[in-house]
């Protein structure tokens, strides 16, 4: 709870960003990294729009077992160079405990998807290691799991943990989850740590993306977690969630004279 950080953990990156501050961090970049071409493009277009991280999957949890899976480590090192180019911080998901040793040279957070937010033994991994993690909540988690699954990485000894809301799913169809933005208010009420939005896997669809990107920041989060693809069309994944890189611009120029509400 509050009471062991009443002011609310912050976490400081490398290059001096800093989480749970009074900047609103935005990651944004492709689902997945597909070439050096596009994350390198993908970069520059994160560090134009004035974003910090750039996000990208090189181990993908894809629903089919046929579907594109990921480059792998060549994906993580791609990522690296980008981001160095641009100035930007690296975050990208770890799908199991075997992978941490070979991220940790290349990336600058951890990311846990929603369909690992109880494998308790890659938390309770991740609690071991001096690099800061920001967990999804699970696809049908409560709140009430998702803090538990947090204790998970604390417990271990590792503090720098950020909490995101991704959507849950409900019996509702017209958009790919439920983006619970209540629970951005809760989970900052509730604990100390950071709380992210993630509004692209939240609704799936990009017309949808920036009001409820707005929404998320007006409810109180510290950041967001979004794709975006120099050509959505094209993407290898979630390319109809992925912002352009020009509605990117636009929104982090929007969200910028937002203030906080809680
Ligand atoms: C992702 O960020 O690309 C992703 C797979 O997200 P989630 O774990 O929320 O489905
Ligand atoms: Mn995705």
Known sequence: GRGFRPEGTRITFPNGVVVGGEEIVVMAG???????????????????????????????????????????????????????EHGLLVITEVMEISQIETMLPYID????????????????????????VLMKRGIAATIEETLLSAEYVLSGGNYDLMLCERGIRTYETAT??????????????????PVFGDPSHGVGIRAFVPPMALAAVAAGA???????????????SDGAQSLTPEQLNELVAKLRQLAPVV
């Open 30 to 84: 492709p689902c997945s990294v597909e070439s050096r071409e596009q994350i390198m493009l993908s970069a520059k277009q994160v560090a134009a729009a004035g974003g910090q991280f750039l996000r990208g999957g090189a181990y993908k949890p894809r629903s089919s077992p046929y579907s594109f899976q990921g480059m792998g480590v060549e994906g993580l090192k791609l990522m690296r160079e980008a981001a160095d």
């Open 176 to 193: 790919r989850n439920t983006m619970d933005i209540s629970a951005i208010p809760v989970l900052k009420k509730l604990t100390h740590l």
């Open 109 to 132: 957070c951890f990311q846990v998807g929603a369909r690992n937010m109880q494998n308790f033994n890659l938390l309770r991994e991740l609690g071991k290691v001096r690099k800061p």
């Open 222 to 236: 510290d950041g967001l977690l979004m794709e975006m693809h120099p050509n959505p069309d094209k993407a290898m």
